[in-house]
Protein backbone atom coordinates (compact mmCIF):
# COMPACT_ATOMS: atom_id res chain seq x y z
CA UNK A 1 0.00 0.00 0.00
CA UNK A 2 1.49 3.67 -0.99
CA UNK A 3 0.83 6.28 1.65
CA UNK A 4 -1.51 8.52 1.01
CA UNK A 5 -3.86 6.32 -1.59
CA UNK A 6 -6.81 3.56 -0.83
CA UNK A 7 -5.97 0.52 -2.62
CA UNK A 8 -8.64 1.78 -5.24
CA UNK A 9 -6.91 4.29 -5.95
CA UNK A 10 -3.41 2.81 -6.92
CA UNK A 11 -5.38 0.63 -8.94
CA UNK A 12 -7.20 3.46 -10.88
CA UNK A 13 -3.89 5.43 -10.92
CA UNK A 14 -1.64 2.87 -11.52
CA UNK A 15 -0.18 3.76 -14.99
CA UNK A 16 -0.07 7.44 -13.41
CA UNK A 17 2.26 5.88 -10.67
CA UNK A 18 4.62 4.27 -12.07
CA UNK A 19 5.63 7.01 -14.09
CA UNK A 20 8.78 8.52 -13.09
CA UNK A 21 7.76 12.40 -13.66
CA UNK A 22 4.43 11.25 -11.88
CA UNK A 23 4.58 9.13 -9.25
CA UNK A 24 2.79 9.00 -6.27
CA UNK A 25 3.68 12.70 -5.03
CA UNK A 26 2.13 13.91 -8.38
CA UNK A 27 -0.76 11.89 -8.21
CA UNK A 28 -1.70 13.21 -5.03
CA UNK A 29 -0.86 17.14 -6.15
CA UNK A 30 -3.52 15.95 -8.85
CA UNK A 31 -6.10 14.94 -6.36
CA UNK A 32 -5.35 18.44 -4.49
CA UNK A 33 -5.94 20.52 -7.70
CA UNK A 34 -8.62 23.09 -8.96
CA UNK A 35 -9.67 23.41 -12.56
CA UNK A 36 -12.74 25.19 -13.74
CA UNK A 37 -13.57 24.22 -17.54
CA UNK A 38 -15.50 27.24 -18.80
CA UNK A 39 -17.96 25.87 -21.34
CA UNK A 40 -18.90 21.54 -21.53
CA UNK A 41 -19.11 21.39 -25.45
CA UNK A 42 -17.48 20.59 -27.79
CA UNK A 43 -13.83 21.11 -26.21
CA UNK A 44 -15.23 20.87 -22.81
CA UNK A 45 -16.26 17.57 -23.37
CA UNK A 46 -12.63 16.25 -23.68
CA UNK A 47 -11.23 18.38 -21.08
CA UNK A 48 -13.47 17.41 -18.75
CA UNK A 49 -13.08 13.78 -19.14
CA UNK A 50 -9.02 13.47 -19.15
CA UNK A 51 -9.08 16.20 -16.66
CA UNK A 52 -11.16 13.85 -14.53
CA UNK A 53 -9.73 10.55 -15.46
CA UNK A 54 -6.62 11.67 -14.34
CA UNK A 55 -7.79 12.67 -11.05
CA UNK A 56 -7.62 16.11 -10.99
CA UNK A 57 -9.72 16.46 -7.14
CA UNK A 58 -12.14 19.57 -7.68
CA UNK A 59 -13.58 20.54 -11.41
CA UNK A 60 -15.64 23.11 -11.87
CA UNK A 61 -17.89 23.45 -14.47
CA UNK A 62 -19.91 26.39 -15.75
CA UNK A 63 -22.10 26.09 -18.98
CA UNK A 64 -25.67 28.18 -19.15
CA UNK A 65 -26.69 26.15 -22.74
CA UNK A 66 -28.32 23.05 -22.55
CA UNK A 67 -27.64 19.53 -25.03
CA UNK A 68 -29.00 19.69 -28.01
CA UNK A 69 -29.24 16.55 -30.38
CA UNK A 70 -26.99 18.83 -33.07
CA UNK A 71 -24.19 18.23 -30.22
CA UNK A 72 -23.72 14.88 -29.47
CA UNK A 73 -21.56 14.83 -33.07
CA UNK A 74 -18.59 15.98 -31.29
CA UNK A 75 -19.60 16.44 -27.30
CA UNK A 76 -19.43 12.77 -26.90
CA UNK A 77 -20.18 12.79 -22.31
CA UNK A 78 -23.97 14.32 -22.83
CA UNK A 79 -25.41 11.03 -24.63
CA UNK A 80 -28.71 10.20 -23.65
CA UNK A 81 -29.23 13.95 -21.77
CA UNK A 82 -30.98 15.79 -24.22
CA UNK A 83 -32.38 19.16 -22.65
CA UNK A 84 -30.73 18.85 -19.80
CA UNK A 85 -27.97 21.25 -19.04
CA UNK A 86 -24.27 20.71 -19.83
CA UNK A 87 -22.65 21.06 -16.78
CA UNK A 88 -24.99 19.21 -14.92
CA UNK A 89 -25.01 16.64 -17.79
CA UNK A 90 -21.01 16.97 -17.48
CA UNK A 91 -20.93 16.24 -13.46
CA UNK A 92 -23.62 13.11 -14.03
CA UNK A 93 -20.56 12.10 -16.46
CA UNK A 94 -17.61 12.69 -14.45
CA UNK A 95 -19.76 10.90 -11.14
CA UNK A 96 -19.54 7.95 -13.33
CA UNK A 97 -15.92 8.09 -14.44
CA UNK A 98 -14.28 8.88 -11.31
CA UNK A 99 -16.36 9.39 -7.96
CA UNK A 100 -12.81 10.89 -6.67
CA UNK A 101 -13.41 13.99 -8.59
CA UNK A 102 -15.80 16.59 -6.58
CA UNK A 103 -17.87 18.46 -9.14
CA UNK A 104 -19.00 22.10 -8.97
CA UNK A 105 -21.52 23.22 -11.31
CA UNK A 106 -22.44 26.38 -12.04
CA UNK A 107 -25.90 27.04 -14.39
CA UNK A 108 -25.30 30.39 -15.19
CA UNK A 109 -23.45 32.01 -17.91
CA UNK A 110 -20.18 33.44 -17.36
CA UNK A 111 -20.26 37.15 -17.45
CA UNK A 112 -18.46 40.24 -16.35
CA UNK A 113 -20.44 40.82 -12.90
CA UNK A 114 -19.45 37.30 -11.50
CA UNK A 115 -15.55 36.26 -13.29
CA UNK A 116 -13.64 37.10 -10.67
CA UNK A 117 -14.96 35.84 -7.98
CA UNK A 118 -15.41 32.37 -9.74
CA UNK A 119 -12.03 32.32 -11.13
CA UNK A 120 -10.36 33.05 -8.02
CA UNK A 121 -10.66 29.83 -6.23
CA UNK A 122 -9.65 27.93 -8.93
CA UNK A 123 -5.57 26.89 -9.83
CA UNK A 124 -5.84 26.81 -13.35
CA UNK A 125 -8.91 28.08 -15.82
CA UNK A 126 -9.73 25.79 -18.96
CA UNK A 127 -11.00 27.99 -21.74
CA UNK A 128 -13.33 25.87 -23.68
CA UNK A 129 -15.82 28.59 -25.31
CA UNK A 130 -16.56 29.36 -28.77
CA UNK A 131 -17.08 32.86 -28.72
CA UNK A 132 -14.41 36.15 -28.90
CA UNK A 133 -16.33 37.91 -25.73
CA UNK A 134 -15.98 35.11 -23.60
CA UNK A 135 -12.13 34.46 -24.87
CA UNK A 136 -11.25 37.88 -23.85
CA UNK A 137 -13.32 37.79 -20.71
CA UNK A 138 -11.52 34.69 -19.22
CA UNK A 139 -8.35 36.32 -20.81
CA UNK A 140 -8.52 39.68 -18.72
CA UNK A 141 -9.80 38.26 -15.68
CA UNK A 142 -6.92 35.56 -15.05
CA UNK A 143 -4.27 38.22 -16.10
CA UNK A 144 -5.97 40.36 -13.02
CA UNK A 145 -5.93 37.34 -10.60
CA UNK A 146 -3.10 35.80 -11.93
CA UNK A 147 -4.16 32.54 -13.32
CA UNK A 148 -2.99 30.21 -15.87
CA UNK A 149 -5.57 29.29 -18.37
CA UNK A 150 -5.43 26.86 -21.66
CA UNK A 151 -6.59 28.35 -24.54
CA UNK A 152 -8.05 26.52 -27.10
CA UNK A 153 -10.20 27.22 -30.55
CA UNK A 154 -12.12 25.34 -33.24
CA UNK A 155 -13.39 26.16 -36.74
CA UNK A 156 -13.96 23.59 -39.34
CA UNK A 157 -10.94 21.68 -39.60
CA UNK A 158 -8.68 23.59 -37.84
CA UNK A 159 -7.79 24.25 -34.15
CA UNK A 160 -5.06 26.29 -32.10
CA UNK A 161 -4.04 25.76 -28.33
CA UNK A 162 -2.14 28.11 -26.39
CA UNK A 163 -1.43 28.29 -22.44
CA UNK A 164 -1.53 31.26 -20.96
CA UNK A 165 0.57 31.98 -17.36
CA UNK A 166 0.36 35.83 -16.36
CA UNK A 167 3.79 37.80 -15.65
CA UNK A 168 5.48 34.71 -17.21
CA UNK A 169 4.65 35.02 -20.82
CA UNK A 170 2.35 36.76 -23.86
CA UNK A 171 -1.52 37.07 -23.23
CA UNK A 172 -4.04 36.37 -25.17
CA UNK A 173 -4.75 40.20 -26.40
CA UNK A 174 -0.75 40.22 -27.03
CA UNK A 175 -1.62 37.92 -29.74
CA UNK A 176 -5.07 39.15 -30.82
CA UNK A 177 -5.38 42.39 -29.35
CA UNK A 178 -9.13 43.02 -31.02
CA UNK A 179 -11.53 40.23 -32.30
CA UNK A 180 -12.67 40.62 -35.56
CA UNK A 181 -15.71 42.71 -36.79
CA UNK A 182 -18.91 41.46 -35.29
CA UNK A 183 -20.05 39.02 -38.62
CA UNK A 184 -16.55 38.50 -40.16
CA UNK A 185 -15.69 35.05 -38.99
CA UNK A 186 -19.00 32.44 -39.02
CA UNK A 187 -19.52 30.46 -36.27
CA UNK A 188 -19.39 26.49 -35.75
CA UNK A 189 -23.43 26.69 -36.12
CA UNK A 190 -23.25 28.50 -39.76
CA UNK A 191 -19.71 26.89 -40.80
CA UNK A 192 -19.54 23.44 -39.51
CA UNK A 193 -17.12 21.63 -37.56
CA UNK A 194 -15.10 18.36 -37.92
CA UNK A 195 -16.49 16.39 -35.40
CA UNK A 196 -13.40 14.75 -34.09
CA UNK A 197 -11.49 18.08 -34.15
CA UNK A 198 -12.82 19.54 -30.56
CA UNK A 199 -11.73 16.08 -29.09
CA UNK A 200 -8.16 16.64 -30.61
CA UNK A 201 -7.72 20.33 -29.74
CA UNK A 202 -9.48 19.80 -25.95
CA UNK A 203 -7.08 16.86 -25.49
CA UNK A 204 -4.41 18.02 -25.95
CA UNK A 205 -5.66 21.24 -23.60
CA UNK A 206 -6.42 19.00 -20.78
CA UNK A 207 -2.22 17.63 -21.44
CA UNK A 208 -1.31 21.29 -20.91
CA UNK A 209 -3.31 21.37 -17.73
CA UNK A 210 -1.92 18.53 -16.18
CA UNK A 211 1.69 19.12 -17.08
CA UNK A 212 1.63 22.35 -15.73
CA UNK A 213 -0.10 21.10 -12.63
CA UNK A 214 2.40 18.52 -12.15
CA UNK A 215 5.15 21.27 -12.97
CA UNK A 216 6.61 18.65 -15.95
CA UNK A 217 7.86 18.86 -19.06
CA UNK A 218 7.26 21.94 -21.69
CA UNK A 219 4.27 23.99 -21.68
CA UNK A 220 2.64 25.71 -24.64
CA UNK A 221 3.60 29.32 -23.15
CA UNK A 222 5.05 31.81 -25.73
CA UNK A 223 3.74 29.51 -28.48
CA UNK A 224 0.59 28.33 -30.43
CA UNK A 225 0.32 25.08 -31.68
CA UNK A 226 -2.11 25.29 -34.89
CA UNK A 227 -3.08 22.02 -36.14
CA UNK A 228 -5.09 21.64 -39.81
CA UNK A 229 -6.69 17.65 -39.67
CA UNK A 230 -7.99 18.35 -43.50
CA UNK A 231 -4.17 17.97 -44.28
CA UNK A 232 -2.93 16.57 -41.03
CA UNK A 233 -0.12 19.24 -40.32
CA UNK A 234 0.59 20.40 -37.02
CA UNK A 235 2.78 23.32 -36.59
CA UNK A 236 4.53 26.03 -33.91
CA UNK A 237 3.87 29.63 -33.82
CA UNK A 238 6.47 31.39 -31.87
CA UNK A 239 4.38 34.51 -30.21
CA UNK A 240 5.87 37.25 -27.88
CA UNK A 241 4.54 39.56 -25.09
CA UNK A 242 3.98 42.43 -26.58
CA UNK A 243 4.78 45.38 -25.13
CA UNK A 244 2.07 47.60 -26.19
CA UNK A 245 -0.46 45.00 -25.18
CA UNK A 246 -3.87 46.75 -23.44
CA UNK A 247 -4.28 44.18 -20.85
CA UNK A 248 -0.38 42.82 -19.83
CA UNK A 249 1.71 45.59 -21.13
CA UNK A 250 0.57 48.97 -20.99
CA UNK A 251 -2.17 47.87 -18.68
CA UNK A 252 -4.74 49.87 -20.46
CA UNK A 253 -7.68 47.59 -19.09
CA UNK A 254 -7.10 47.81 -15.38
CA UNK A 255 -10.53 45.84 -14.15
CA UNK A 256 -13.21 44.13 -15.87
CA UNK A 257 -15.66 46.62 -17.27
CA UNK A 258 -19.10 45.67 -18.65
CA UNK A 259 -18.38 47.66 -21.84
CA UNK A 260 -15.46 45.81 -23.12
CA UNK A 261 -17.18 42.30 -23.63
CA UNK A 262 -19.71 43.37 -26.36
CA UNK A 263 -18.84 41.34 -29.79
CA UNK A 264 -16.27 44.07 -30.90
CA UNK A 265 -14.32 42.97 -27.48
CA UNK A 266 -12.37 46.55 -27.87
CA UNK A 267 -11.47 49.01 -25.38
CA UNK A 268 -12.82 52.10 -26.32
Given at each position: ??????????????????????????????????????????????????????????????????????????????????????????????????????????????????????????????????????RYLINDACVLENKPFSHGSIFRFEGQIMTIVPNEGPCYRCVFEHAPPEGM????????????????????????????????????????????????????????????????????????????????????
Amino acid sequence: MIAGFTEEQIRRYARHIILPEVGGEGQKKLLKSKVLCVGAGGLGSPIIQYLAAAGVGTLGIIDDDVVDLSNLQRQTIHAGNLGRNKAVSAKEFVERLNPDVEVITYTEKLSPDNVRDLIKGYDMIADGTDNFPTRYLINDACVLENKPFSHGSIFRFEGQIMTIVPNEGPCYRCVFEHAPPEGMVPSCQEAGVFGVLPGLVGSIQATEIIKYLLGIGDILKGRMLYIDTLNMDFFEIKVKKNPDCPMCGKRVIDDIHPENYQESCRLW
